[in-house]
């Protein structure tokens, strides 16, 4: 897959890849290399500790579904 910077039309259907793993703050600020401030770390921590999420790298417009 080629990485595109053109945007998605709102309302498209996406698929969006990446991993499923759980809310570990510092695994993920380490190796997405974010620049969270103290209080949305605290926020996130809070609200998904020991929960799964998704770490989307890419997302992409998805094929059309036929009948």
């Known amino acids: 897959m080629v990485a595109t910077t053109t945007p998605i039309k709102e309302d498209t259907k996406v698929v969006a890849?990446?991993?499923l793993r759980p809310f570990v703050v510092v695994d993920i600020k380490k190796?997405?290399?974010l620049t969270w401030d103290l209080e949305l770390r605290?926020?996130?921590e809070v609200e998904y500790k020991n929960k799964p999420v998704l770490v989307v790298k890419d997302?992409?417009?998805a094929a059309p579904v036929t009948p």
């Open 17 to 19: 890849t990446g991993l």
């Open 31 to 33: 190796e997405d290399d």
């Open 42 to 44: 605290r926020k996130l």
């Open 59 to 61: 997302v992409y417009p």
